[in-house]
């Protein structure tokens, strides 16, 4: 049952900065932006606990690269090192993990904000 309004942009419009904030954000840097849109709804998808996600083997080794970043940034920092760094760096110019790690920690955020409001997790974003 949502707490505060009937959609997630319902909820963001009575704030109109919140509303023009996170559209600036989905349509510069988790729809637009340099990493492929695709690879980013993938990760958002994981944060989502899609389950048809969860089996990591099942994606070529940049995707599995990212979930496992996404994996780092939402759960377990500690996966984050120097072996992951080496990878990510031989998979990733430095402007596509800014993005993308931005897109991962935003995604993660409003999925979280929304559940709290009553809201159903999105693999897409809402």
């Known amino acids: 049952m949502p707490r505060v ?3 997630p942009d319902a909820v963001r419009a009575r704030v109109a900065a919140a509303l023009s904030s996170w559209e600036f954000m989905r349509d510069r840097v988790l729809n637009g932006g340099i ?13 989502a606990d899609d389950p048809d996600v969860m089996d990591f083997s099942r994606f070529g080794a940049r995707e599995q690269l990212a979930l496992r970043w996404a994996q780092a940034i939402a759960w377990d ?5 120097d072996d992951l760094w080496s990878e990510l760096h031989a998979q990733f110019s430095e402007p596509e993990l800014v993005e993308l790690g931005c897109a991962i920690g935003f995604a993660l955020g409003q999925q979280h904000f929304e559940r709290t409001l009553g ?8």
């Open 5 to 7: 309004g009937e959609t």
């Open 35 to 47: 990493v492929d849109p695709e690879l980013k709804r993938l990760c958002f998808r994981f944060l």
């Open 77 to 81: 920092s500690s996966l984050a090192d």
């Open 119 to 126: 809201f159903a997790p999105h693999a897409g974003l809402s």
